[in-house]
């Protein structure tokens, strides 16, 4: 088996004051694959996920790119940066130019990319998140919702391998959701791995390839989504309720024996089901 994109290995973290946020913690970040944190407030999603591009640095333990130790001098980090792009849960922490397109120009900039091929990668990651139209306004105009896709077009434009948001949907309203997990989707179906916190466990039944459950800055257990949040002790133990879609689903199939392992994870396949278990 080949080795993780991204790893995090026996992490522990300790904030001035020695308030333990990390607890031995593990856990394996697969290319390709939508991954969720997910936890109560103050388990230590945060935390985790500013180790992933070396925000923070492990009091203990150690990051792993491709199965090699991460290194924090700067050019590694530069380096390490340009692979695993991180949005932070306020946008307002990440934007800084006046306008959109200025915004999300500086990194590519930065890398010292042409103005040409600076302006492509604008283009490109505004064509992404369908803010095209917003280019030239001034970011402090913006609702929060497209605050939040400007600062996923800024990290976008620098084309990392895996983009790391935190709580991305919190803060929006229905209609905001879908529009951002449409424009995440694409990015994932183009081949961006994706890793987000949530405390919302039907955005993870309904979305994630992978869970992890996080509690009191460990994980309680890693895996396929479905066979993780079907795992009453374990959300008992991190304080969560088992998402809804689910629990409807195995109360109508009860004695059915009809999804086995693939119940329907979204409200049109739920209920397609309940159709079908009325006509019967």
Request: contains cysteine; neutral net charge.
């Amino acid at each position: 088996m080949s080795a993780p994109l991204l790893a995090a290995c026996e992490l522990e973290h300790r904030y001035p004051g020695g308030v333990v946020a990390l607890r031995d913690l593990s856990l394996n970040i697969e290319r390709g694959r939508k991954l969720a944190i997910l936890g109560a407030n103050g388990s230590g999603k945060t935390t985790l996920l500013l180790h992933l591009n070396g925000t923070l640095r492990p009091t203990r333990g150690e990051i792993r790119l491709e199965n090699h130790p991460a290194r924090y001098d700067r050019r590694a980090l530069n380096d390490w940066r340009r692979r695993v792009g991180l949005v932070l849960q306020e946008p307002d922490d990440q934007l800084f130019a006046a306008t959109v397109g200025q915004d999300v120009s500086f990194g590519p900039l930065n890398l010292g990319l042409s103005k040409t091929d600076a302006e492509a990668r604008v283009r490109e990651a505004l064509e992404a998140l369908r803010i095209v139209p917003l280019a030239e306004r001034p970011t402090h105009t913006l609702s929060f919702g497209q605050k939040k896709r400007a600062a996923i077009a800024g990290v976008l434009a620098m084309r990392p391998e895996i983009l790391v948001l935190d709580e991305p949907t919190a803060g929006l309203d229905p209609h905001g959701v879908t529009h951002l997990l449409g424009a995440l989707q694409q990015l994932h179906e183009a081949g961006t791995t994706l890793v987000f916190s949530t405390h919302d466990v039907e955005l993870a039944y309904a979305w994630a390839d992978e869970v992890a459950v996080f509690h009191d800055g460990a994980v309680l257990r890693q895996g396929e989504a479905v066979a993780v949040l079907a795992d009453r002790e374990v959300l008992r133990r991190a304080r969560l309720r088992p998402p809804l879609l689910l629990e409807l689903a195995q109360a109508l199939d009860a004695g059915q024996g009809g999804f086995g392992e693939s119940p329907p994870r979204s409200r049109e396949a739920l209920l397609a089901l309940l159709r079908e278990r009325l006509q019967g």
